[in-house]
């Protein structure tokens, strides 16, 4: 079983940046060929998309992040990257990856605050 474990949260000021991590442990043999997404839940709200990335790189971004986040994913050291710029206010969540779609494996999550 693969277990995954998001870092690199904390609070930024609107504008700012910040790089999340998701690594992968246990059993990892099947993560570089498999889609990693990332998803957001802010308090009170559903679970959002915010990117994913598959084996071959293609990638795809949430509308409410175009522009502003950008994936990418290092295999042979079983790590995914969320490069977030511009962030917002309404960015604030906990981030989660996933390895394997709804039914797959989720991470801990991370929490992104954005306040001034």
């Known amino acids: 079983q693969v277990q995954l474990v998001e870092s690199g949260g904390g609070l930024v000021q609107p504008g700012g940046s910040l790089r999340l991590s998701c690594t992968a442990s246990?059993?990892?043999?099947?993560?570089?060929?498999?889609?990693i997404g990332w998803y957001r839940q802010a308090p009170g709200k559903q679970r959002e998309f915010v990117a994913s990335i598959t084996d071959s790189g293609r990638i795809t971004y949430g509308d409410s992040v175009k522009g502003r986040f950008t994936v990418s994913r290092d295999n042979p050291i079983n790590l995914v990257y969320l490069q977030m710029n511009n962030l917002k206010s309404e960015d604030t969540a906990v981030y989660y990856c996933?390895?394997?779609?709804?039914?797959?494996?989720w991470g801990q999550g991370t929490q992104v605050t954005v306040s001034s």
């Open positions: 996933n390895q394997g779609g709804p039914n797959g494996v």
């Open positions: 246990g059993s990892t043999s099947r993560f570089a060929f498999s889609t």
